[in-house]
C-alpha cells in the first residue's frame, strides 16, 4: 500500500471511529455506502483488440451500461463477468482466443464500472443486470466470471435454464459475501454495533441476509459444468471459503488450486489461461 492511501485509510478509520461514538446509526449507514461503492480506477489504453468490437449498451436499473461483443454469428456465445473495482476490458487477453474456438464473446461494464453509469452496485443489481443481458443478447453457452462477477453468476444460474452442457469458469470467485462484508470490517476497524446495524440496513433496504448470498448455498441449485480457479494466497476472496466448496465434493466442478498468483495475476497467467480455454 504507498503512502497516500496509508494516510487516506488513518483518515477514514478516524472518521468511523468519531462517527460510531457520536451516531452508530449514521456509521452503519456510510458503511454500508461505502461498501457498496467501487472506486472508479483510471482505466489502461484501450486494447487493439477494442478495435475489433462492436459496441453494445443496454439501459438496467435506471443506468446506461455498455459493453462489446466479438465475433458475432459465433457458433457459441459466451458472457464474460468482472468483478469488483474491474472493467470488461481487463479480459481482452481471452478476446482472439476464445473467437478462434468460434465463440462470440460479450462483455459489459457493470454498473458504477468502467464506461457504465452509476456510483453504487448491490449484488442484486448485479444478477439483475446480468439477467437483462441474458434476455437481450443470451442464450449463453457459457460463462467466465472474476471474483464478485462469481458471486452474480451463481446467483444468475439459479434464476435462468441451464444444463450440464453449459461451461462455467469461476476465476477466484467472491464465494460468501459474509467473508467479503468481515474483510470491510476488519480494514476499518468498525465495531460490532455498527455491524449489526449494517446488517439491519442490509435487510431493510430490500436485500436478502448476507448467508444468502453464498456460493456454497448456491451450488446446490446449478447444474452447469463448471471450472473453479482459486489461488491458495488469495487475499481478496479467501481460499478456505473455496475449500469448503470443495469438500462438499460436488460432480459438476472441477478446481484447480494455485500457489502464489493471487487474485488477479491467477486470470492472466498463460498456464491457466490455457486451461480455461481447453476447458471452454
Request: glycine fraction near 6%; charged fraction near 20%.
Amino acid at each position: 500500500m504507498k503512502l497516500s492511501q496509508k494516510i487516506a485509510l488513518a483518515f477514514i478509520r478516524l472518521q468511523f471511529r468519531i462517527l460510531s461514538f457520536v451516531a452508530p446509526q449514521k456509521a452503519a449507514q456510510k458503511a454500508f455506502g461505502l461498501f457498496c461503492t467501487p472506486r472508479r480506477k483510471k482505466q489502461s489504453p484501450g486494447s487493439p483488440v477494442l478495435n475489433n468490437a462492436g459496441l453494445l449498451a443496454i439501459a438496467v436499473n435506471n443506468y446506461l451500461l455498455h459493453g462489446y461483443s466479438w465475433n458475432a454469428g459465433g457458433e457459441k456465445k459466451i458472457l464474460v463477468i468482472h468483478g469488483f473495482e474491474s472493467t470488461a476490458t481487463n479480459f481482452c487477453i481471452y478476446v482472439d482466443r476464445l473467437v478462434q474456438k468460434n465463440y462470440q464473446v460479450i462483455a459489459f461494464d457493470a454498473q458504477a464500472h468502467g464506461k457504465s453509469e452509476g456510483k453504487t452496485i448491490t449484488l442484486p443489481e448485479y444478477v439483475h443486470t446480468l439477467l437483462s443481458i441474458c434476455k437481450q443478447f443470451g442464450p449463453f453457452d457459457a460463462y467466465m466470471a472474476h471474483s464478485f462477477g462469481g458471486l452474480a453468476l451463481a446467483h444468475l444460474l439459479e434464476e435462468i435454464p441451464h444444463s450440464s452442457n453449459t461451461k462455467v469458469v469461476f476465476i477466484a470467485p467472491a464465494t460468501e459475501t459474509v467473508s467479503a462484508i468481515n474483510g470491510f470490517f476488519s480494514v476499518l476497524r468498525l465495531n460490532k454495533k455498527v455491524r449489526l446495524l449494517f446488517e439491519q440496513i442490509v435487510e431493510q433496504s430490500g436485500i436478502r441476509s448476507p448467508r444468502y448470498y453464498s456460493i456454497r448455498r448456491a451450488m446446490n441449485n446449478i447444474g452447469a459444468t463448471v471450472l473453479w480457479l482459486h489461488d491458495r494466497e488469495d487475499n481478496i476472496t479467501p481460499f478456505t471459503d473455496a475449500q469448503r466448496v470443495q469438500d462438499d465434493r460436488h460432480q459438476n466442478i472441477q478446481f484447480i488450486v494455485t500457489q502464489g498468483l493471487g487474485h488477479r495475476k491467477i486470470y492472466r497467467d498463460p498456464t491457466i489461461m490455457q486451461q480455461i480455454l481447453d476447458f471452454l
